[in-house]
Antibody, heavy 123, light 106 residues
């Protein structure tokens, strides 16, 4: 069974950094694109970032560009999100998710999700 | 960025009802749209992708339709376990975007 398990969340002061990890199991991690999606308390889902499988191409929502970096270690089946210069508005549950291709390149949805890890940015 | 607008924001329904939720994209996304169900404290669950393709394991009472900019999620006969929040997501172009959610309550 395909599973994702996030870790690394916590309380951090504004301007601080955190590194989230997402350990994958039950599928061939290296062949799938992977993404991060977040959800602020009581709010809806917000796409954050994607790292494709076949080429080292990354995508980010504008609000995190230049501050967040997505990466992966295929040898350890692990996805990362390095978050720098954190702001109170980054407070959210962060989910990692596996990309599911709808057919053509770049047409993805998210078919496997982790349980999420909470990031709180506050002084 | 493509904006996704769902309606209604919340809907009240009863067991056995037919429920319809709509999602409108700010530009043509062909049929590159997904629907998710999320229950409190849980991760989202993929229901439908490519506009109308049912994800494996999802009950057949769920269906999706539409193309271009207008899409619909229909639950043909509401069951108790269907009370949740539903989100649409466009997978046509980066950055992917979600609708604001529709809360289905009794």
């Amino acid at each position: 069974e395909a599973q994702l398990l996030e870790s690394g969340g916590g309380l951090v002061q504004p301007g601080g950094s955190l590194r989230l990890s997402c350990a994958a199991s039950g599928f061939t991690f290296s062949t799938f694109g992977m993404s991060w999606v977040r959800q602020a308390p009581g709010k809806g889902l917000e796409y954050v970032s994607t790292l494709l499988a076949s080429v080292p191409t990354t995508y980010y929502v504008d609000s995190v560009k230049g501050r967040f970096t997505i990466s992966r270690d295929n040898s350890k089946s692990t996805l990362f999100l390095q978050m720098n210069s954190l702001r109170p508005e980054d407070t959210a549950v962060y989910y990692c998710a596996r990309d599911h291709s709808m057919g053509p390149p770049g047409k993805h949805v998210f078919d496997i999700w982790g349980q999420g890890t909470m990031v709180t940015v506050s002084s | 960025d493509i904006q996704m607008t769902q309606s209604p924001s919340s809907v009240s329904a009863s067991i056995g009802d037919r429920v319809t939720i709509t999602c409108r994209a700010s530009q043509n996304i062909v049929n590159w749209l997904a629907w998710y169900q999320q229950k409190p404290g849980r991760a989202p669950n993929l229901l439908i992708y490519a506009g109308s393709t049912l994800q494996s394991g999802v009950p057949s009472r769920f269906s999706g339709s539409g193309s271009g900019t207008d899409f619909t999620l229909t639950i043909s006969s509401l069951q108790a376990e269907d009370f949740a929040t539903y989100y649409c997501q466009q997978g046509n172009s980066f950055p992917y975007t979600f609708g604001q959610g529709t809360k289905l309550e009794s």
